[in-house]
């Protein structure tokens, strides 16, 4: 636990399910006010009924379409209004669709660099602003991947959205550093997450997934909430630019891991 976390405000992109929901259930155990986002329809599950039922004063639910300049600044408006500030934006909010790159639509590269790309520059934007507009130091942390490093084929829009993460926030942080504004990027690995919820549906395909993890575990939600708990702590007082993977040993080409090559 974090002691200076509590009483802050955060927001959390893509906030009611699988990652972003653990980081605003571990936001709010630690005392935090958080502004919970979700696009489209809501669909209350039963870990975000739990969370709204034990903390009814402490946690907003708030419509808000990370690629809508407008709704990006409504939802920022919305944490500072009902909560009187703002400490911490978590852009969370990410999709993924698979094609060859020769057949992919074009439509579909848009989306997924609309979502992932875009949206992470909104929210930054407006993370910034509110920041700046009390003289409040702020932390910053993006949903990047181990494919922001690992090129992963037949997902060349989500590659090069997150390879364009790393660059993005290394570069605001540089930027607002001496405002003692920190940005820093989060890096999962194979996560149980609806993201991955077909995939991991399928035995052959959750071990082959499970494989190319070194220490041989897909990784739960709340080993990435950990580690942004940790970033938007003081503990991370002097962290900034950073990629914190969380990846069980990923990215570290895991076909040499028995001295093969
Ligand atoms: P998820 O599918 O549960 O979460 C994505 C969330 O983003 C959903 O709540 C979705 O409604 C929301 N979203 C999509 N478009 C949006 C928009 N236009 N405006 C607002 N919200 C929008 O899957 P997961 O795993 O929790 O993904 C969260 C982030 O973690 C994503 O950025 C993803 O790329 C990243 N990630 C996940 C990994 C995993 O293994 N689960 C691995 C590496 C990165």
Same mark, same amino acid.
């Given at each position: 636990?974090?002691?200076?976390?509590?009483?802050?405000?955060?927001?959390?992109?893509?906030?009611?399910?699988?990652?972003?929901?653990?980081?605003?259930?571990?936001?709010?155990?630690?005392?935090?006010?958080?502004?919970?986002?979700?696009?489209?329809?809501?669909?209350?599950?039963?870990?975000?009924?739990?969370?709204?039922?034990?903390?009814? $004063?402490?946690?907003? #639910?708030? !419509?808000?379409?990370?690629?809508?300049?407008?709704?990006?600044? @409504?939802? +920022? *408006?919305? &944490?500072?209004?009902?909560?009187?500030?703002?400490?911490?934006?978590?852009?969370?909010?990410?999709?993924?669709?698979?094609?060859?790159?020769?057949?992919?639509?074009?439509?579909?590269?848009?989306?997924?660099?609309?979502?992932?790309?875009?949206?992470?520059?909104?929210?930054?934007?407006?993370?910034?602003?509110?920041?700046?507009?009390?003289?409040?130091?702020?932390?910053?942390? $993006?949903?990047?991947? #181990?494919? !922001?490093?690992?090129?992963?084929?037949?997902?060349?829009?989500? @590659?090069? +959205? *997150?390879? &364009?993460?790393?660059?993005?926030?290394?570069?605001?942080?540089?930027?607002?550093?001496?405002?003692?504004?920190?940005?820093?990027?989060?890096?999962?690995?194979?996560?149980?997450?609806?993201?991955?919820?077909?995939?991991?549906?399928?035995?052959?395909?959750?071990?082959?997934?499970?494989?190319?993890?070194?220490?041989?575990?897909?990784?739960?939600?709340?080993?990435?909430?950990?580690?942004?708990?940790?970033?938007?702590?003081?503990?991370?007082?002097?962290?900034?630019?950073?990629?914190?993977?969380?990846?069980?040993?990923?990215?570290?080409?895991?076909?040499?891991?028995?001295?093969?090559?």
């Amino acid at each position: 636990m974090y002691p200076d976390l509590k009483g802050k405000t955060a927001v959390v992109t893509g906030g009611t399910t699988g990652l972003g929901l653990a980081i605003v259930g571990r936001y709010l155990e630690e005392g935090m006010n958080v502004v919970a986002d979700y696009v489209g329809e809501l669909k209350v599950t039963d870990d975000l009924k739990a969370l709204q039922d034990k903390y009814e $004063n402490t946690l907003i #639910v708030f !419509q808000a379409d990370v690629t809508s300049e407008e709704e990006i600044d @409504a939802l +920022s *408006k919305e &944490a500072t209004d009902k909560f009187g500030g703002l400490d911490v934006w978590v852009n969370n909010a990410g999709i993924e669709k698979p094609f060859p790159t020769a057949e992919m639509p074009y439509d579909e590269w848009q989306k997924v660099i609309n979502v992932n790309l875009n949206g992470t520059f909104l929210g930054t934007r407006a993370a910034l602003r509110a920041f700046e507009k009390n003289f409040n130091k702020g932390s910053i942390i $993006n949903m990047s991947s #181990v494919h !922001q490093q690992i090129p992963w084929p037949t997902f060349a829009h989500y @590659a090069a +959205s *997150k390879g &364009a993460s790393k660059l993005f926030t290394e570069t605001v942080a540089l930027e607002y550093a001496e405002k003692g504004i920190r940005v820093n990027n989060i890096c999962p690995g194979a996560i149980d997450t609806p993201i991955n919820a077909e995939k991991f549906a399928d035995p052959i395909q959750r071990m082959q997934t499970q494989s190319m993890v070194p220490m041989g575990e897909i990784g739960e939600p709340s080993y990435v909430s950990d580690a942004a708990a940790f970033l938007a702590s003081e503990q991370a007082h002097y962290i900034t630019g950073s990629s914190l993977f969380v990846d069980g040993g990923m990215k570290l080409y895991p076909s040499f891991q028995h001295g093969a090559g």
